[in-house]
């Protein structure tokens, strides 16, 4: 069964750096077909997309976090990276790594990806705070 494992949030001032990482077990059977992605939820709003990242390496990334974050893979061992530069106060929220065999359940193609809830797999999150 995949397991995805977020690790890496913490408590950083604005202007400073995170690099949260999720290590995908059980996935090898999907790494060239399935695609990837960070999402985040804020007290009180709606779980967003923050990057996802197709099989052949495709990668769209939030309007918002574009030019701070950068979203990776190594596919040899299916370990999905988020570098997150110059972060601000309203990057805090918990941080969701997300994994598909295909495309996420709506979705038909990667762009769509970023809007689509039905992803098959999930991690627990791991909580990113940024303070002014």
């Known amino acids: 069964r995949v397991q995805l494992v977020e690790s890496g949030g913490g408590s950083v001032r604005a202007g400073g750096s995170l690099t949260l990482s999720c290590i995908a077990s059980?996935?090898?059977?999907?790494?060239?077909?399935?695609?990837m992605g960070w999402h985040r939820q804020a007290p009180g709003k709606r779980r967003e997309a923050v990057a996802v990242?197709?099989?052949?390496?495709?990668?769209i990334v939030r309007d918002s976090v574009k030019g701070r974050f950068t979203v990776s893979k190594a596919t040899a061992d299916n370990t999905l990276y988020l570098q997150m530069d110059n972060l601000k106060p309203e990057d805090t929220a918990m941080y969701y790594c997300?994994?598909?065999?295909?495309?996420?359940?709506?979705?038909?193609?990667?762009?769509?990806?970023?809007?689509?809830?039905?992803?098959?797999?999930w991690g627990q999150g791991t909580q990113v705070t940024v303070t002014s």
């Open positions: 059980e996935y090898s059977e999907y790494t060239y077909r399935g695609c």
């Open positions: 990242i197709g099989a052949d390496g495709t990668i």
């Open positions: 997300a994994a598909d065999r295909d495309l996420p359940f709506g979705a038909r193609s990667l762009a769509e990806a970023m809007t689509a809830g039905g992803w098959d797999f």
